[in-house]
């Protein structure tokens, strides 16, 4: 099999539709698989998906149980050369999995791969293509100095501001709402650290994908809509203690060695 399609749904069933039926589109001509894992929703989003589309691999979890867990429910099932994890507030482009997967055909050294992703008003999305969030580039980023020099390498290091939105290159950062995974390489490394409930479990993922050799790619020769931020308000105290917190685990992890 050639692709696993892994989606991630909580409270999203009308955006979880619109992205099935876009990467259904997108996949033909590939042997391929999709999981829903649906964590505990209220709106009926596991009714939906059971009487729309009965080949997805459906696992309705009885509780939220975090990002990373219910990514690896999915991925420790899954038969497919390469690992697509996308999010359900997306909508991907008819030709987006026949590029990527052109690309990483030809790049034997390529762990992941990210594309260019921009909003619902047709905006470009910065964190298409991000860099390491080390203490230097989140506090950049936290007092403004990231926005103020956009293109600079010293100062943008968290969204790699020097490079170009239509320039393919390499990164450190893939980001969660679209990752393409060489099955491989997540066989070396391991899944997601299920430390992570929301939030910076992407940033991990990348960061293990170079540690152990593999390079990671923005890739804008296609695109995906991302409605970003519907499941989750961004102001509210409980994003701000998800996000942070798990910036919090990944420096602990990796720059505060006790």
Known sequence: MKISIVIVSYNVRDLLRQALDSLIDAAEGFSYEIFVVDNAS?????????AKYPEVNLIANEKNVGFSVANNQ???????????VINP???????????????MDTREDAGGLGVRMINGQGKFLGESKRGLPTPWAAFNKFVGLAALFPHSKFLNRYYMGWVR????AEVEVLAGAFMFLRKKALDQIGLFDE???????????????KLAGFKNFYFPETYIIHFKGQSTRKLSWRYIRSFYGAMFI????YFLKF
């Open 42 to 50: 209220r709106d009926h989003t596991v009714e939906m998906v059971r």
């Open 74 to 84: 999915a991925i420790l099932q899954a038969k497919g050369e390469y690992i697509l």
């Open 195 to 209: 430390s992570f409930f929301m939030y910076g479990e992407d940033i991990d993922l990348s960061y293990r994908l």
């Open 165 to 168: 939105e239509f320039e393919t």
């Open 89 to 103: 507030d997306t909508i991907t482009s008819s030709d987006t999995l026949h590029k990527v997967v052109n690309f």
């Open 250 to 253: 990944f420096v602990r992890k």
